[in-house]
Nanobody, 127 residues
Framework: QLQFVETGGGLGQSGGSLRLSCTAS????????ICWFRQAPGKEREGVSC????????NYADSVKGRFTVSRDNDKNTVYLQMNSLKSEDSADYHC????????????????????WGKGTLVTVSS
């Protein structure tokens, strides 16, 4: 049974840090490019960051570039999102998702063939 689980969300302080993790069972993440998406109440879903199967290629939306870092440990079947210098506008439900390709257009992350989604982990940043 496929299970995709994000953890690490919670209450963060403005200017502080959180690290999100995405693990999978029933799915070998090393065979997949992975992206992080987020969605805040009343706002459109936003692509945050993507990482290639091997981890040697990454990209970020302009809104998080220089603050967030995506990484992966394929031996642990886990993808991470290190979030530093948190801002109130980072508050959202964060999901990891498998994709076949991605690109950045006008500073926004676009991904393709988003097949498997986790249930998400909620990040709330207090000012």
């Amino acid at each position: 049974q496929l299970q995709f689980v994000e953890t690490g969300g919670g209450l963060g302080q403005s200017g502080g840090s959180l690290r999100l993790s995405c693990t999978a069972s029933g799915l070998t993440l090393r065979e997949r490019d992975i992206c992080w998406f987020r969605q805040a109440p009343g706002k459109e879903r936003e692509g945050v960051s993507c990482i290639s199967k091997s981890g040697d290629s990454t990209n970020y939306a302009d809104s998080v570039k220089g603050r967030f870092t995506v990484s992966r440990d394929n031996d642990k079947n886990t993808v991470y999102l290190q979030m530093n210098s948190l801002k109130s506008e980072d508050s959202a439900d964060y999901h990891c998702v498998t994709v076949t390709a991605w690109t950045v257009v006008g500073g926004s992350m676009k991904a393709y063939d988003m097949n498997y989604w986790g249930k998400g982990t909620l990040v709330t940043v207090s000012s």
